[in-house]
Nanobody
């Protein structure tokens, strides 16, 4: 079955950077768009970013534009999220998901990786 394993989270000060990774298995990774979703404490899940199958087209929610970069390496079945200039409001549990809108495929989410931005 579909399995997604996130890693790379941790605690960072405002303005810092983190790079999240998502290892995919159980499906043909290159055949699907992928996305990142996050859930802040006490809030519902929020779509963050999406990427097409070949990685040529990417989109981001307004709050992270210019700071986050989604990418993928289809030879390694891995999805990435480079996060720069982190803000307090970026604190959340981050999930990768199969499909452009990961909110529509919650079953594909892994355990997530937690990002804490704190001074």
């Amino acid at each position: 079955e579909v399995q997604l394993v996130e890693s790379g989270g941790g605690m960072v000060q405002p303005g810092g950077s983190l790079r999240l990774s998502c290892a995919a298995s159980g499906f043909t990774f290159s055949g699907y768009p992928m996305s990142w979703v996050r859930q802040a404490p006490g809030k519902g899940p929020e779509w963050v970013s999406g990427i097409t199958r070949g990685g040529a087209i990417t989109h981001y929610t307004d709050s992270v534009k210019g700071r986050f970069t989604i990418s993928r390496d289809n030879t390694k079945n891995t999805l990435y999220l480079q996060m720069n200039s982190l803000k307090l409001e970026d604190t959340a549990l981050y999930y990768c998901a199969r499909g452009w809108n990961g909110l529509n495929d919650r079953e594909s989410w892994g355990q997530g990786t937690y990002v804490t931005v704190s001074s």
